[in-house]
Structure formats: structure tokens, C-alpha cells
């Protein structure tokens, strides 16, 4: 036990204490309003909260990031507790999930996060949404068509960190044509968090300037 408050407290630093109550919210009310599996309650700091914050040091200083379909609030309110350097929208499509976002940040405190209701592809989304430094996306969508919905809401440069696991250098090679296509360069595997149990291994993809004449009218 006392190992495990050392890992959070490296984790989360000053933020340990805002990390343990949003723990103990998704062990009682997450799993009540079926955010979460009851199945889940003894792996949420290893599978759930260190697995997500531990994308912080990806994470440049001071960035403006959009989760992407954060459901309970995973990876975007460990971040945003562990870093308050960041900015962070929650974007979340679900009435359900928006409520339970909202309840949370309220909580929480958690005056660096928004919580935005909308899909990711969404025109108006992209009007709300744009120009980010970072897109976080965990089990939300094959790595294509999550290059298609984030890298729109990126400016030029930025990046997209999808939380993948072991399925990450195949989801590369099976999607990076279409992963082009939506203006995606450089997609590669890293690992992040190499001192915890779970370290979370993510694929990177930087949002390319768009080609020169890519959109000119045939004559
Ligand atoms: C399996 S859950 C994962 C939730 C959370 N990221 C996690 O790791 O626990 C997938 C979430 O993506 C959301 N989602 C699905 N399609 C989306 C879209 N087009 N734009 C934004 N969010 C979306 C769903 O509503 C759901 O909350």
C-alpha cells in the first residue's frame, strides 16, 4: 500500500489527493451509473488513472489539449489533475457521460478542464474545437479513422496520442494510408511511463501542413 501512494504521489505530485478522489468517485458512482465495470474497481489506479496519466510526459508544457471521447474522464482528468499547466476539453457525445464529466470538474475543482458535447467529426466541433496542441484519444476508435476525427481539431504541428496497447505497430501499418490521407505524418509507437506496472504504449502522429496546391480547382 505504502509503494502505491509513493507511485501516485510520483504520478500526480501535488495533484495525489484530487487523483485519489476521483478514484474513489468511479469506484462508488462510476460503477453505479455503469461508467465503469464493477470488474474494474481493483485495477483502476493500474489499468485506469497511472495508465493515463502516465502519457503527462508526452505532453509538451503549457499545451491545449482535447480528449476525445473521454467517457468516465479517461486519459483527459488525470492529465489535467496531474498537469494544471494544461488546458483540457473533455469532448464526449453522451448525455450521460457529459453529466458525469461535468459532476466531476465540479467536484474536483478542476478549473484548467472544459467539458465540450459533441462527436469529434462534427462541423461544429471543429469550429469550437480547433487548433489544439494535443488530440488524447484511449479505446475510442481504430487509429485510421481516429486521425480522420482529431487531426482536424489540431493546428499544424500538433500532435494526436492514441492510448493503444499491444495492437499499436500493426493499427500503423494497416491504417497509414488513411492515416495520410487525413494529413497525418510520422506516426510511431512509444512508450510512456516505463517505471509503472502498466506502461501505456501510444501511437504518435503529428498533423502535417496541409500540401501546397492540395486544394486548387482543375482548370
Ligand atoms: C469505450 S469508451 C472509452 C472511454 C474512455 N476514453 C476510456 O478510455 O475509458 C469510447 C468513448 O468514445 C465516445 N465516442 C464515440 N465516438 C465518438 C466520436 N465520434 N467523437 C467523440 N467521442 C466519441 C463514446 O461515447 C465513449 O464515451
Known sequence: ME???DVVAEAFGAGSDRATRFAELLAVHGVERGLIGPREVDRL???HLLNS????????????????????????IPLAIAR????????EPMARRIAWLEEVVTKLELTNVEVVRGRAEEKAIR????????????????????????????RVGGQLIALK??????????????IARAGGVDPVV???????????????VRRAEPAAGRHRRRR
Open 3 to 5: 509503494f502505491m501512494t
Open 45 to 47: 489506479w493500474d489499468r
Open 53 to 76: 496519466v502516465a502519457i503527462a510526459e508526452c505532453v509538451p508544457q503549457g499545451a491545449a489539449v482535447v480528449d476525445v471521447g473521454s467517457g468516465a474522464g479517461l486519459p483527459g
Open 84 to 91: 494544471p499547466d494544461l488546458s483540457v476539453v473533455l469532448l
Open 127 to 154: 469550429q469550437r474545437v480547433s487548433d489544439r496542441d494535443v488530440a488524447t484519444a484511449r479505446a475510442v476508435a481504430p487509429l485510421g479513422k481516429l486521425a480522420g476525427w482529431c487531426l482536424p481539431l489540431l
Open 165 to 178: 496497447g499491444s495492437s499499436a505497430a500493426e493499427e500503423i501499418e494497416r491504417d497509414r494510408d488513411e
Open 190 to 204: 512509444q512508450t510512456c511511463g516505463r517505471g509503472l506496472d502498466e506502461p501505456a504504449t501510444v501511437v504518435v
